[in-house]
Nanobody, 119 residues
């Protein structure tokens, strides 16, 4: 079990930047993947970015070149640096931790942080 706490959301104008942080209650080095998802009103939750335990990163096409995910295992923290924000980035952003142990998969979620981008 792990608790994930996100912070860093807020209201920003288009073109601005925000950095989201996700602090875990225990070591994140044991998780296969740490990621950020988002959910806009009336839409399904979607993957924004993820980083593997081997530091391989993956981004959804709409944020490539603008967002950067990183992890600091010593601080049990995952970051999402968001630059050149657009109104369509407005959503609740959720931190996610994913682990495979044996034949079982475990997925944990934070409570979410609101990001609002005004035009």
């Amino acid at each position: 079990q792990v608790q994930l706490v996100e912070s860093g959301g807020g209201l920003v104008q288009a073109g601005g930047s925000l950095r989201l942080s996700c602090v875990a209650s225990r070591s994140i080095s044991s998780f296969n993947r740490m990621g950020w998802y988002r959910q806009a009103p009336g839409k399904q939750r979607e993957l924004v970015a993820e980083v593997t335990s081997g530091d391989t990163t993956n981004y959804t096409d709409s944020v490539k070149g603008r967002f950067t995910i990183s992890r600091d295992n010593a601080l049990n923290t995952v970051y999402l640096q968001m630059n050149n924000l657009k109104p369509e980035d407005t959503a609740v952003y959720y931190c996610n931790a994913f682990a495979i142990i044996g034949v079982a998969a475990f997925r944990y979620w934070g409570q979410g942080t609101q990001v609002t981008v005004s035009s």
